[in-house]
């Protein structure tokens, strides 16, 4: 099975983007979201890879279940992709169209409590989030006046989808980097803004193709698992508080953040936390684990 980064754009040609932004601003995203389930009909035959990295997961969830004493989730592949496609039209929403409101609910505890100090106040903040959720809903949260998010991206992987995000994009406090080209001055850059009380944002969950012996295992859902080192060594480098965070779909256009402060001393624990922070979420909402390759593979 191939990995992450050498899987390629499907359903995602430019004209047929076009076309989906088209019937979305007439008929709405609710409606899109019907035509699209006829859509993945066809669409799942098709995509085996990712039907059989759901398979997979659904086992390793199960096996985890059962260990736990926890009640076994059945996943179809249909199911799985679909809710993904969901989210892709709920990035798109708010991301590009200021009139669809998303809603956002809080689990409120210490963590977001320190969160939203640092929302208020000039402190910036690193978040490391993931492929657990729709973290780009994060885009129609209000987080605090003048305050921009500084987003890292793997840009060649989904690169005409990008192009499409990029030109009817609306959310202008939100900047995208392409990690395909981190180096001192751009950790330079970060830190500048975070100083000025930005956020800046990468995700945690997938080892860059550029530095794959660069990984730790940890335990995840009862299987070692790669981390990446890199965004966690990123984010220390910066010295700045550093929360992981997942945007969690719980009904129609209605979202849940959850955050967990990431404040141990060495990076091997910040992984070894931010996993079980991933763990806790997985378990309550199984069918949003967009991880469409064999991440259990070692």
Known sequence: MNKWYQIREQSAGKIRLELLWIVYKIFGIRFLKIILWFVCLFIVPFAKPARDATKRYTKILNQYQHKNKLQETKISPFCHIYTFACAVLDKISASCDKKTKIKFVIERNADWNDFQKYLESNNGVFLICSHLGNIEALSAFERGKNKKMHAFMQISQNSTFHQFMTHHNKAT?????????????????????????????????RTSPNTQSRYEMTSFLGKNCRFPIGTFKFAKSLSHPTFAICVMNISHERYKIYVKRLDTTTTKEMIAEYANFLERLIIKYPKQWFNFFDFFEY
Do not use: C, F, K, R
């Open 173 to 205: 406090n939100t900047i995208i980097y392409p990690t395909e080209h981190i180096d001192i001055s751009i950790a330079s850059d970060m830190y500048d803004n975070l100083q000025n009380g930005d956020l800046v944002m990468m995700a945690g969950d």
